[in-house]
């Protein structure tokens, strides 16, 4: 157990819906960073929060949404889902606002869109 | 932008052979590299890094040399196991978006380990 929690696990859903994927960082961490892993295109980073205010966008689409709220879990919410945004969905948390030691990553949201 | 490049796979060896996982980056300056390994059904798992040029990152038998000269971060281990068998991302600290730093992704290296 890393520490980082994700939940679901999977999820199963319909194109055009809404999901809500959900971070509890290691206990301590105040950053959090979501990637989105893709058989296609790796692991791609979608945003990064630190204590509650978002300090980094990477190739998250406008569908896409998150927050970090004051207890530091954070939410990764996916709007009018498409079949090409099934994928892994990992978050991960470090102690501060720098990657310099890595990340810990968390088991991941297996979104399945069909 | 800063990029990192690692070798195709997959890598299928028998147990007891050499490994290495090529891994070479672009970067401004020297950043931080990582060797991040991830099992089935699992998230990554940090396996080793090294924060600066000459660097050697150690841990469970694997080792990577952090090499400016040719900027590359190879990974190495010299007897593998049935249980080493995983797929295995290098990564770099990226600095280069003002105000933020994120870990930039190869795209992995499966490895299968036969007995």
């Known amino acids: 157990d890393s520490g980082v929690t994700q939940t679901p696990k999977h999820l199963i859903t319909a194109t055009g819906q809404r999901v809500t994927l959900r971070c509890s960082p290691r206990?301590?961490?105040?950053?959090v960073y979501w990637y989105q892993q893709s058989l296609d295109q790796g692991l791609q980073f979608l945003i990064h929060?630190?204590?509650?205010?978002?300090?980094a966008k990477g190739n998250i689409l406008e569908r896409f949404s998150a927050q970090q709220f004051p207890d530091l879990h954070s939410e990764l919410n996916l709007s009018s889902l498409e079949l090409g945004d099934s994928a892994l969905y990992f978050c991960?948390?470090?102690?501060?606002?720098?990657?310099?030691?890595?990340?810990?990553f968390g088991s991941g949201t297996r979104l399945t869109v069909v | 932008g800063n990029s990192v490049t690692q070798m195709e796979g997959p890598v299928t060896l028998s147990e007891e052979a050499f490994l290495t996982i090529n891994c070479t980056y672009t970067?401004?300056?020297?950043?931080?590299l990582f060797w991040y390994v991830q099992y089935p059904g699992e998230g990554l798992q940090l396996l080793l890094k090294?924060?600066?040029?000459?660097d050697k990152g150690s841990n469970k038998g694997f080792e990577a040399t952090y090499r400016k000269e040719t900027t590359s971060f190879h990974l190495e281990k010299g007897s593998v196991q049935v249980s080493d068998s995983a797929v295995y991302f290098c990564?770099?600290?990226?600095?280069?978006?003002?105000?933020?730093?994120?870990?930039?992704f190869g795209k992995g290296t499966k490895l299968t380990v036969n007995p």
């Open positions: 991960a948390s470090s102690p501060v606002g720098t990657a310099f030691y890595g990340y810990t």
């Open positions: 206990s301590g961490d105040l950053s």
């Open positions: 970067a401004t300056g020297y950043p931080s």
């Open positions: 990564a770099l600290r990226d600095t280069s978006q003002g105000g933020s730093e994120k870990l930039v």
């Open positions: 090294a924060t600066k040029a000459d």
């Open positions: 929060y630190y204590n509650g205010e978002e300090r």
